[in-house]
Structures are given as C-alpha cells and as structure tokens.
C-alpha cells in the first residue's frame, strides 16, 4: 500500500507542473490542423504527442513486456551482449553521460540499441551506423528479435508521416524528407531503456538522464505510465526552468533533434530534457530516426533569407552523428579494464 500511496503522490506533485503539449491526431482527414498544430509546437518546444499512428495497443504492450524480459536477466547475460563499436547491443548503468557539466557520473539508466540491420556482406556495411545486430539467443529469449525487428519497421513508418507533416510546416513539399538521400536510405535506430529505481537529486549532479537535447532528425518516444522526463523551453534561462511531459497511453512522445533544428535555421526548436528517477522502476523506448550517412545537411531553402542567413555551414549526418556518440558515451576500452 505505500508504495501505491508514493507513486500517487509522485504523479499528483508531478501533475502540477506539466508542460501542456500540442496532439496530434494521424488519422486526421484535416492535415491543415495537423500542420498548424505541428508547426506551433515546434516553434514553442520542439514536442508534442501523436495519437492514433496505426502501431495497436496490445503490440506496444507486447513490446514493452519483452525489453523487461530483457533488461530482467542476469547482468552476467546482458555483459555478453555489451554494445559494439557500432553501438549495437547493451549499454550499462552510467555508460552514457549527458550532461558532465552538472552530473557526478553517467546516467542511471540501462539500455540497448538495434540498428537499422545491414549484413556483413553488405556494399553499405561499413558505414558507421549500419551493421548486423547484436540479438539474445532464442533459447533465452524466444521472440524477442522478431518483436523488436517488427517494431523497429511500424515506428519508422510512423515517422515518415509525421517527417511529411514536418515538411509542409516548413513550406516545403510534402515528400521533401522522403528523398532518397534523406530518408530514403535513413540511420533508424531503438534504443530501450530501464531506469532503475533510484530517486534522481539534480543538487548532487544525479539524474536518470541528464540534461541533454537529441542528436538528428526526429525521436518517437514511447513510455510507461511513470513519470520522469522533463523539458526545458529556455536552455538559456538561469535558474532553467523544468515541466514534466505527462505519459499518454497510446501516443508517442515526438521530438525534434539539433539537426532539424540546423536544417531549419533555429526556426525550430531542439529542446532540452533529461530524467528524474522517483525510486520506481520506468520503462520507454525511444527511436531515433536520421537522415542517410550521406545527407548534407544545410539551411532549407524556405529558412533563410538576406534578413536570415544560413547559421551553420553544410555538414553530413555521418560526420555530425559520429561526433556526438563520441561525445556522450563511455569508451569501449573502459569495459576490458
């Protein structure tokens, strides 16, 4: 019974500083709604929900119920699966590290990434962010691939329509995004995480996640029904000033990423978020999706002009990706020690 009165209190004193996030609906006939609503959510906090994406409830369920499967074996079995030097498989507690400005070490949080699945005879396989995945063996955990290589398909196709809403908020055509060179051939990548039951205490540098804005394109995040993940609208702002995003049943938490935000010029917004752990076990997936290896990135054409130049110079998503793993994540080399 406590631990049922904590986790209320948790959302009740959670719930009173909620940032109040635009929905949108995909199964809307009303694109131009759509499109209103998207664009101001992306010039006010660069996140917003998205309900009814076509990915049913009881899948979703099913997907959530094996990453604990996972994330509920022996740490011996999960250290045989630790991440490659192409970021696929396990990452342990404090492997990452998101914000080394305010935290004392990494973030309390376990994880594992599955990649866009590429064979080792593939022309593409040596780029850096294509490779085969790193899967737990049947004889442990049956099914479990064929779950996560479905799901990995469904929110990729989530994604394309919301990249479509995107582009028409950007006054650009519908299918700019679809371009070969863009998501033709794109770097999507899940990563589940399990943040323990730990209470997070920003005054002593400890966070789930620490405070951090995403690397590319767009992320879909899905999540329990605990709270944790916090935005901040004003990264400038001293104090910061830090809303909850209220989980939502069905929908994905979506949110743009530093490379839309260039791509855009700054017209659009990369926020800031991180994760308070409240010592309750919490669960979400979170799928990164960016454009090709190859895609220069470089100010959209309908977001610059004399007034406005162009902010950043070009750059390819490979050379901008490749810098911010680097950034952010423990060296390999750590693990053999």
Same mark, same amino acid.
């Given at each position: 019974?406590?631990?049922?009165?904590?986790?209320? =209190? /948790?959302?009740?004193?959670?719930?009173?500083?909620v940032? *109040?996030?635009?929905?949108?609906? $995909?199964?809307?006939?009303?694109?131009?709604?759509?499109?209103? =609503?998207?664009?101001? !959510?992306?010039?006010d906090?660069?996140?917003?929900?998205?309900?009814?994406h076509?990915?049913?409830?009881?899948?979703?369920?099913?997907?959530?119920?094996?990453?604990?499967?996972?994330?509920d074996?022996?740490?011996?079995d %999960?250290?045989?699966?630790?991440?490659?030097?192409?970021?696929?498989g396990?990452?342990?507690?404090?492997?990452?590290?998101? /914000?080394?400005?305010?935290?004392?070490?990494?973030?309390? %949080?376990?994880?594992?990434?599955?990649?866009?699945?590429?064979?080792?005879?593939?022309?593409?396989?040596?780029?850096?962010?294509?490779?085969?995945?790193v899967?737990?063996?049947?004889?442990? $955990?049956?099914?479990?691939?064929?779950?996560?290589?479905?799901?990995?398909?469904? !929110?990729?196709?989530?994604?394309?329509a919301?990249?479509?809403?995107?582009a028409?908020?950007?006054?650009?055509?519908?299918?700019?995004?679809?371009?070969?060179?863009?998501?033709?051939?794109?770097?999507? @990548?899940?990563r589940?995480?399990?943040?323990?039951?730990?209470?997070s &205490?920003?005054?002593?540098?400890?966070?789930?996640?620490?405070?951090?804005?995403?690397?590319?394109?767009? @992320?879909?995040?899905?999540t329990?029904e605990?709270?944790? $993940?916090?935005?901040?609208?004003?990264? &400038? !702002?001293?104090?910061?000033?830090?809303?909850?995003?209220?989980?939502?049943?069905?929908?994905?938490?979506?949110?743009? !990423? &530093? $490379?839309?935000?260039?791509?855009?010029?700054c017209?659009?917004?990369? @926020?800031?978020?991180?994760?308070?752990?409240?010592?309750?076990?919490?669960?979400?997936?979170?799928?990164f999706?960016?454009?090709?290896?190859?895609?220069?990135?470089?100010? =959209?054409?309908?977001?610059?002009?004399?007034?406005?130049?162009?902010?950043?110079?070009?750059?390819?998503?490979? @050379?901008?990706? *490749?810098?911010?793993?680097?950034?952010?994540?423990?060296?390999?080399?750590?693990?053999?020690?």
């Amino acid at each position: 019974m406590d631990d049922l009165k904590n986790q209320s =209190l /948790d959302a009740s004193a959670a719930s009173e500083n909620v940032s *109040l996030l635009n929905c949108i609906d $995909l199964s809307s006939p009303d694109i131009h709604a759509s499109v209103s =609503l998207l664009k101001q !959510a992306c010039l006010d906090s660069g996140f917003f929900y998205v309900i009814n994406h076509g990915i049913s409830q009881e899948f979703m369920d099913e997907v959530f119920y094996q990453s604990k499967r996972f994330f509920d074996l022996p740490v011996s079995d %999960k250290m045989k699966l630790l991440r490659n030097e192409k970021n696929r498989g396990y990452t342990p507690v404090f492997d990452e590290h998101l /914000d080394p400005d305010n935290q004392i070490h990494g973030d309390f %949080k376990e994880g594992y990434y599955i990649g866009v699945e590429v064979p080792e005879n593939d022309p593409d396989w040596h780029k850096p962010f294509y490779a085969p995945n790193v899967w737990p063996t049947a004889d442990i $955990l049956p099914g479990w691939r064929e779950t996560m290589e479905k799901y990995h398909r469904k !929110a990729f196709e989530v994604a394309k329509a919301i990249a479509r809403i995107i582009a028409l908020a950007l006054n650009l055509e519908v299918d700019y995004f679809d371009r070969q060179e863009m998501l033709g051939k794109p770097i999507v @990548t899940l990563r589940l995480l399990h943040y323990e039951g730990r209470i997070s &205490d920003p005054e002593k540098g400890i966070y789930g996640a620490g405070a951090h804005s995403d690397f590319g394109f767009i @992320t879909l995040l899905a999540t329990d029904e605990n709270y944790g $993940l916090q935005i901040c609208k004003d990264k &400038d !702002a001293k104090p910061r000033h830090w809303e909850f995003v209220a989980p939502l049943k069905g929908a994905f938490v979506v949110n743009l !990423a &530093d $490379l839309l935000e260039r791509w855009s010029n700054c017209i659009f917004r990369s @926020t800031l978020h991180r994760v308070l752990g409240n010592g309750q076990d919490r669960y979400s997936i979170a799928c990164f999706v960016d454009p090709s290896h190859d895609c220069l990135v470089e100010c =959209l054409p309908t977001c610059q002009s004399q007034e406005n130049p162009p902010k950043f110079p070009p750059i390819t998503c490979e @050379t901008y990706m *490749l810098q911010r793993y680097k950034d952010t994540h423990a060296d390999l080399n750590s693990y053999n020690k």
